[in-house]
């Protein structure tokens, strides 16, 4: 297990940012880790605000308060179960670099951010910001449904390509997977755009397969006639996964592997955590 290991968790209040505080602080005490907890005011949210003038009046002080009794809550639930430190930062500027920006100068490894989940009135099927977060972040992220509330999870649902990046990424689902003595299901999902056979896809396990040292893990291909994430969604419901995990390298990875139509169709990944390694 890495030393150091930092965890950034942006917070608006909202029910929402509270489950994925939730999230962070298990995975804290797991990772034995530093939790950071970041606001940055929007200025939508914060109408009566100048925005040269931040700092003062109560907003200020009530934005100043509510993190500090975050910070305590954090510290007494989980400091002692493992948790190394937790500490809280106002940070102005637009939501989403400046939220890459303090994760990346802290040199954290994972952010762990709530999400609103389907808008109707979105493109994104899990939401602008969380969208373009993902596609630029150079940090893993684990993204956080609204009304997903923390469980232990007892299955990790990987979804690969057998690319070389398998080998390293599924070491950090293997240790996650390990504080938790949880499953860990390998799946390459066929589509008509991108098909291998069952001959293949067993030269392909046989390659990554020494690569993974753990025990309770399978491999699964699954053949889907429509888009790949589709098929993600129906192995997701019928195997019971509690988190989907992949591996993207890519920008504008959402709209390649959720194809933007989908996005009211793929109900179950609203209800589920999903967690993004970016960083080898």
Known sequence: MKENFKIVCPTDFSECSLNAIEYASKLG???????????VPDKEDYQKLSSNDFHSGDQYSFIKKKLNSLVSTVNEESISKGLKSCQAEIKEGKIVTS??????NLK???????????????TNF????SSNLVDNSEIDVMLIPRKVYFKTPRKFVYATDYVEEDKIAIQKVVELAGFFDSEIDLVHVSSRSKTIDKSLHQTMVQEIEPFIKYEKKT??????????????ENYLITAKGDMLVTLSKKKSWFDQLFAKNLSRKMSYFINKPLYVIKNL
Do not use: C, W
């Not at 899990?126 to 910001?129: M, S």
């Not at 491999?219 to 993600?232: A, I, W």
């Open 29 to 39: 005490e797991k990772y034995q880790a530093d939790l950071y907890l970041v606001h």
């Open 99 to 104: 939220i890459l920006e303090y994760a990346e």
């Open 108 to 122: 954290a490894d994972l952010i762990v951010m709530g999400t609103e989940g389907v808008n109707d009135f979105k």
């Open 126 to 129: 899990i939401g602008t910001r």
């Open 219 to 232: 491999f699964v291909l699954k053949s889907y006639r429509d888009e790949p994430g589709l098929g993600l």
